[in-house]
Structure formats: structure tokens, C-alpha cells
């Protein structure tokens, strides 16, 4: 197809406006490129764009689209990877299981008093990285003289248990911690995910105070007392729900690998824009060594609930120094499949 000089003006104005990221100018203009020239590829830019917006649902509207005429389009099918949460189907945990877990989200601890469309809830199975995360947002989130410790942090993104005031005194749209297995109430929830054997390592050293007497990491994995549920449970509760709520997953082991691209998912996701310079500074802020050292100056709320240190080795795989062959065959007779939906592991033979 032949383009007009006037067409292809529009079309490298779309171009330029997406790369300065005025998202809301360059999707009218693909907008405008498409209706005239019918070029499917264009469809492209106009789904980054809204992507940018937080308009996930018809992003992947348009990505899906676009991949029905042009099924061979890399970029797009590595966006809609990014939006779409993976499709999962995990025979090893059973029905009954999940259906158990609807007792547990009964409970009021995950609802707060007062619910709005505009919450965002940063979900996850406990010792996941949620501090980290939350660190990392409320760097990009606070005013330019507060510095964010483990105190502060509460304030811009308390637990969906605290005190209702502090949730009422929140400015919206508000971000909210939870632990909670799936809830259809949340409107909107990044899903942080962590591979389920370093959960149970960490979870198992943080709770060391609470466990007495003292119990080896074996007789603590194959125990019934995991809080709130099993690893496995909580991340099929919220990954095959997907098409009920709004939901962005992050892996921890990709924010260890690539902290940008990550932490700029999440601000799309959020619909919150912020320069490149102020995401490297949230992620410095954030780092392992800095939150340390926070913590040993400036200690942490529920110091005596949990560890003696809350940073403890920050590492993906401690796994591997905690699982023997005794571990490793119950861990893959109950979740080992859900590892490998998830892309820990290739198959089961680890
Ligand atoms: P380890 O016990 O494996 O070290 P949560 O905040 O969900 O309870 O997760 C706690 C886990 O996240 C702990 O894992 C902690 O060390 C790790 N963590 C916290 N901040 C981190 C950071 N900046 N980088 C990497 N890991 C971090």
C-alpha cells in the first residue's frame, strides 16, 4: 500500500509522541493512521500506548487483534506476555483445596472498611518480597524530603489489616498490602510471585521465634501450618482468576534480574509516570545492602513478632542448601507442577 505524504507524516508524529511518552497523543494519532491506511502493524503502537495508560484490558484487545492478522509480530506477543498473567492448569492441587481456602478469605482481616474502584492491592504469599516492593513504590511515591524506612513504609502502603485509620487517612488511589488468598473484592492487584521452595525457606527462618519447640526446615515444610495456606494454593487461587480481576504478576526473580523494566510495569499498571532518573533512585534506595542498613540504624515495626534480622540473605535458590531428596519428592508431589507452569523449572526432574 501506497501512503500519502500527509499519512506518513501522522504515522512518524505517532512514532515521536510514543517515544517522548505523550501516550495519550500518540494513541490518537495511530488512532487516526489506522482509519486511514487500514495498516495492521500500527495497532502496535497504539497498544503500548494504552498499555502506558494502565489500559491494560484494551491493550490486550488490540495486541490480540493484531496478532489474528499478523500472528508472526515478536513485539507484540512479548507485550501481551507481559500483560496476561500465564494460563495455568494444575491438576496436582486438588479441587477441595481451593475450596478449603474460601474459609480462610472469609476472614474481615483482608477486607478494610472502606472499599474504592481506584485500590490497588499488592498481593502475595508471605516472604515473597512484598517489603521490597513496597519499598521500591513508596520511593517513587513519597515527597522529596521523607525518606522511607521500615515505619514509614506503612503509611503508603499499610496491611489491609491495620488500623482503619490509617487506611481512611490514605490518599487514593490508595495501595494497600495483603496476604490474602483470592478475594473477588480487590479491584485492582499486582500479584507478586516467588519460587514457592525459597518462600517456605525464608517464611521458615522468619518464623522461628513463633515455632517452638524449635522444629527442623523438613517437619516445617511437610506440617499443616503454613499461613495463610500452601505456596501452591495461594498462587493458583489468584493466577486462574485472572479474568475476574485486574491483575499484574511480578516474579521476584525478574526484579532481582531487571528491577527497571519491572518496577516500570508496575508504575504502567499503577497509571503513575516517572522519569527514568527517580525509578534508578527508588531501586538504589531499595537495594538489599541500603535496606540492611536501614534497618540495623532505624530497626522495624513488629521487630519482636518476627526474626531477628527481617534481611536475611535476599538470594534466589537458598532453596537448594535446605531440600534434600526427602524435600524435593513431597514439594513436587504437591506443587512441583505448579514450578514448572510458572517457568521455574523446565520439567520435573530437578
Ligand atoms: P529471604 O528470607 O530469602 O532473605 P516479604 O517482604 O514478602 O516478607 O519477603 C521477605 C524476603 O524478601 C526475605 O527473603 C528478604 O530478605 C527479601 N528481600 C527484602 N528486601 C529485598 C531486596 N531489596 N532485595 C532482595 N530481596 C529482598
Known amino acids: 500500500m501506497s501512503l500519502t505524504p500527509k499519512t506518513d507524516r501522522v504515522i512518524d508524529r505517532a512514532i515521536d509522541l510514543l517515544n517522548s511518552n505523550r501516550n495519550q497523543e500518540a494513541l490518537e494519532l495511530f488512532g487516526l493512521a489506522i482509519a486511514e491506511t487500514n495498516l495492521k502493524g500500527l495497532a502496535y ?14 491493550a490486550v484487545d488490540t495486541l490480540e ?34 475450596a478449603g481456602l474460601h474459609r480462610v478469605t472469609q476472614q474481615t482481616q483482608w477486607l478494610p472498611s472502606t472499599m474504592y474502584p481506584d485500590d490497588t492491592y499488592l498481593v502475595s504469599y508471605p516472604k515473597s518480597g512484598n517489603t521490597w516492593v513496597r519499598f521500591l513504590l513508596a520511593n517513587l511515591l513519597k515527597k522529596e524530603d521523607e525518606d522511607i524506612d521500615f515505619h514509614t513504609v506503612h503509611k503508603h502502603i499499610p496491611e489491609v489489616g491495620s488500623q482503619k485509620n ?7 488511589p490508595r495501595l494497600i498490602k495483603s496476604h490474602a488468598p483470592f478475594i473477588n473484592a480487590y479491584p485492582k492487584v499486582i500479584y ?25 526446615f523438613n517437619t516445617y515444610l511437610l506440617s499443616e501450618d503454613h499461613y495463610p495456606c500452601r505456596w501452591g494454593e495461594h498462587v493458583l487461587s489468584w493466577l486462574r482468576e485472572k479474568q475476574q480481576t485486574r491483575l499484574l504478576v511480578v516474579k521476584y526473580e ?22 527514568s532518573n527517580r525509578i534508578e533512585a527508588a531501586i538504589k534506595a531499595s537495594s538489599f545492602e541500603n535496606m540492611k542498613r536501614i534497618e540495623a540504624e532505624k530497626g522495624r515495626l513488629f521487630a519482636d513478632q518476627g526474626p531477628e534480622v527481617f534481611m536475611r540473605k535476599g538470594i534466589v535458590g537458598d532453596w537448594k542448601s535446605h531440600f534434600g531428596s526427602k524435600e524435593k519428592r513431597f514439594f513436587k508431589s504437591t506443587e512441583g507442577q505448579l514450578l514448572v507452569e510458572l517457568g521455574y523449572e523446565k520439567d520435573m526432574s530437578w
Do not use: T, W
Request: aromatic fraction near 6%.
Open 65 to 98: 487483534e493484531l496478532l489474528r492478522f499478523i500472528p508472526n509480530h515478536p513485539k507484540a506477543r512479548s507485550l501481551l506476555r507481559e500483560l496476561l498473567p500465564p494460563v495455568l492448569s494444575v491438576p496436582s492441587i486438588k479441587q477441595n483445596n481451593i
Open 45 to 58: 503502537g497504539r497498544a503500548v500506548a494504552l498499555a502506558r495508560m494502565g489500559q491494560v484490558d484494551e
Open 166 to 172: 490509617l487506611l481512611r487517612e490514605l490518599k487514593r
Open 254 to 275: 525478574d526484579l532481582k534480574n531487571d528491577c527497571f523494566s519491572q518496577l516500570r510495569r508496575m508504575l504502567v499498571f499503577l497509571g503513575v509516570n516517572r522519569e
Open 192 to 216: 507478586l510471585v516467588r519460587d514457592g521452595r525459597d518462600a517456605y525457606v525464608s517464611f521458615y527462618y522468619h518464623r522461628q521465634k513463633q515455632l517452638s519447640p524449635k522444629i527442623d
